[in-house]
């Protein structure tokens, strides 16, 4: 009976602790709720992206797993921010306020081919004016057609001239009409010089020869020779005519030309002391004829060591292939020596320039001796 009665009381206590824990329980879970509110309140109004410290505790009705860690809800993502703007270069507008211009760049032109070449041969030499064209080329083949007629059969001349200079320049008279005629810088005028000109571009061209500017051609030269001085016509008996032209016409055509110039030293032109080297160059001479390959070209003179006094100078001479053989460069060489100074020039006053092997073959015949007379250096 004791015991019986000793269970009772600890029973009501029993229910008695789990009333009260039942609703301290009930008061925990509104505390919970309570607390979760408000808390997402506040960091509703005061969103952080820094996480929660690891000692504080998020509250939840739900039942979340406890390996995982709890999702930030949606509210509480931090939009990115925007990137700053970028700054624009400047070149544009440097660009659309500068006064330089900009320059453009060129365009290639397309080519064009103007020949078709099948094998031909693009550029022939004439053998009779030696001209270099090329025969699809109408142009260079009415330039070759001009200067071959020119070539051979002399340049023409204007009437109203011919006919002026006959009458007060003319120094010879052929008997078939033919006369030859100089010119200088001192004493003619210079249209008459101009034409005169044309005709040595042609014997220049023709001879292979240096060409001579017209200040040097027409002007004058200061005369130091004790001879020319004597012989030659001046205002102050100093300077004179340094170059005098003759032209030979023929039938309103110029054909034959002579160059001759004023000149104070020569060298004689001797035979070649060792025998051996004029064997040689016979011998070299009759085998370029034999297999066909003999060129034109100087002949290697030996001339003396001191210098003897001279007065007329040949500077070149010239005949149109069709009048050779006539006997036109001796005709001008006779009117040279007569009429260069105020008086005859002898034979042995007058030298050829470095002669070629035509000139060499005329000088000879005009002198009459092989060697003995004279050549000089321009």
């Not at 996480?51 to 995982?68: L, R, V």
């Not at 204007?158 to 100089?182: C, M, N, P, Y």
Request: hydrophobic fraction near 30%; include cysteine; charge should be positive.
């Amino acid at each position: 009976m004791s015991s019986i009665a000793n269970r009772r009381p600890l029973r009501t206590y029993s229910k008695t602790y789990s009333k009260r824990k039942h609703q301290d329980s009930n008061n925990d879970t509104l505390k919970r709720r309570r607390v979760s509110i408000v808390d997402r309140e506040e960091l509703a109004s005061n969103p952080s992206s820094d996480p929660p410290p690891s000692d504080f505790a998020i509250f939840s009705d739900e039942n979340t797993h406890p390996s995982t860690p709890p999702s930030s809800p949606p509210c509480l993502a931090v939009s990115p921010r925007a990137p700053p703007p970028r700054m624009q270069p400047l070149e544009p507008l440097v660009q659309k306020f500068s006064s330089t211009p900009q320059l453009v760049p060129k365009q290639n032109k397309s080519l064009v081919q103007m020949q078709l070449n099948f094998g031909q041969l693009m550029r022939k030499t004439c053998k009779e004016c030696r001209m270099e064209y090329v025969p699809s080329a109408p142009e260079d083949v009415a330039l070759h057609k001009k200067f071959h007629a020119q070539h051979t059969n002399g340049i023409f001349m204007d009437r109203d001239f011919l006919t002026k200079v006959k009458s007060e320049k003319a120094v010879w008279h052929g008997s078939q009409g033919d006369f030859i005629i100089h010119l200088s810088g001192s004493q003619d005028p210079k249209h008459w010089l101009k034409k005169a000109r044309a005709v040595f571009d042609m014997a220049t061209t023709d001879l292979g020869a240096v060409d001579i500017p017209d200040e040097k051609l027409w002007g004058s030269q200061f005369v130091t020779n004790s001879t020319r001085k004597r012989a030659v016509n001046t205002k102050d008996g100093n300077e004179a005519d340094r170059y005098k032209l003759y032209l030979y016409i023929n039938s309103g055509r110029c054909v034959g030309l002579c160059l001759a110039e004023g000149i104070d030293r020569a060298f004689k032109v001797i035979e070649p002391k060792i025998m051996g080297e004029v064997k040689q160059k016979d011998e070299e001479e009759t085998s370029s004829k034999a297999s066909g390959t003999e060129t034109p070209g100087c002949e290697l003179l030996s001339i003396s060591e001191k210098a003897d006094e001279a007065a007329v100078g040949i500077s070149r001479i010239w005949t149109s292939q069709g009048s050779r053989k006539k006997g036109i460069a001796r005709a001008l060489l006779k009117c040279v020596a007569k009429t260069f100074l105020s008086k005859v020039t002898p034979k042995d006053m007058v030298a050829f320039s470095q002669p070629t092997e035509m000139g060499t073959a005329l000088a000879r015949r005009w002198f009459g001796q092989e060697y003995g007379w004279h050549v000089y250096i321009d």
